[in-house]
T-cell receptor, first 115, second 115 residues
Framework: GAGVSQSPSNKVTEKGKDVELRCDPI?????LYWYRQSLGQGLEFLIY????????KSGLPSDRFSAERTGGSVSTLTIQRTQQEDSAVYLC?????????????FGSGTRLTVV | AQSVTQLDSQVPVFEEAPVELRCNYS??????LFWYVQYPNQGLQLLLK??????LVKGINGFEAEFNKSQTSFHLRKPSVHISDTAEYFC?????????????FGQGTTLQVKP
């Protein structure tokens, strides 16, 4: 597609439920990143995928968070047993392999509210 | 570890006035630097980037930034702002520039342009 697509755009879930957030990157972009943006905070790095390499999971805040990327394209971020502190906007971005030079293309994000 | 500090959380300014949004980074290696803008309910959009060469970088919408290695700064400027520039602005540094392209973001600066 023309841009990075994220779904759903908004998600309200009850505490303790599991949620899945989806990201469709730009076609041909081999690098994919997930960030979390909490109210009044900057962007917190969560996880990074590059082609077939092992993902960099160093930013995942707990073992309740996981992500996968199927076929080198679509990615799903899963949060198990959601907590209220998980409420945030989850942003996905993709880039060419030289992402460090070209910058990212961001999706519009998924706003997650845990009640 | 690299870090980015945006010195002002909010910057109010009148329309047609000049503005400077400040960004300092800490790194012991050469870096790539970026400014992103986030309009309400949207993802982040790349404004400009510094990779190498001229320290004055021009971006979209009339913005420019100057890389100052000795002061480890990358301040964003615009000589005359418009109401439509009201948004959140994020400074980011690549970590490191040679491989993953993972970006470290500052906390963001909210630019409020008043009529």
């Amino acid at each position: 597609g023309a841009g990075v697509s994220q779904s759903p755009s908004n998600k309200v879930t009850e505490k303790g439920k599991d949620v899945e957030l989806r990201c469709d990157p730009i076609s041909g972009h081999t690098a994919l990143y997930w960030y979390r943006q909490s109210l009044g905070q900057g962007l917190e790095f969560l996880i990074y995928f590059q082609g077939n390499s092992a993902p960099d999971k160093s930013g995942l805040p707990s073992d309740r968070f996981s992500a996968e990327r199927t076929g080198g394209s679509v990615s799903t971020l899963t949060i198990q047993r959601t907590q209220q502190e998980d409420s945030a906007v989850y942003l996905c971005a993709s880039s060419l392999p030289t992402g460090g030079q070209g910058g990212y293309t961001f999706g519009s994000g998924t706003r997650l509210t845990v009640v | 570890a690299q870090s980015v500090t945006q010195l002002d959380s909010q910057v109010p300014v009148f329309e047609e006035a000049p503005v400077e949004l400040r960004c300092n980074y800490s790194s012991s290696v050469s870096v790539y630097l970026f400014w992103y803008v986030q309009y309400p309910n949207q993802g982040l959009q790349l404004l400009l980037k510094y990779l190498s060469g001229s320290t004055l970088v021009k971006g979209i919408n009339g913005f420019e930034a100057e890389f100052n290695k000795s002061q480890t700064s990358f301040h964003l400027r615009k000589p005359s702002v418009h109401i439509s520039d009201t948004a959140e602005y994020f400074c980011a540094v690549s970590d490191p520039p040679s491989n993953t392209g993972k970006l470290i973001f500052g906390q963001g600066t909210t630019l409020q342009v008043k009529p």
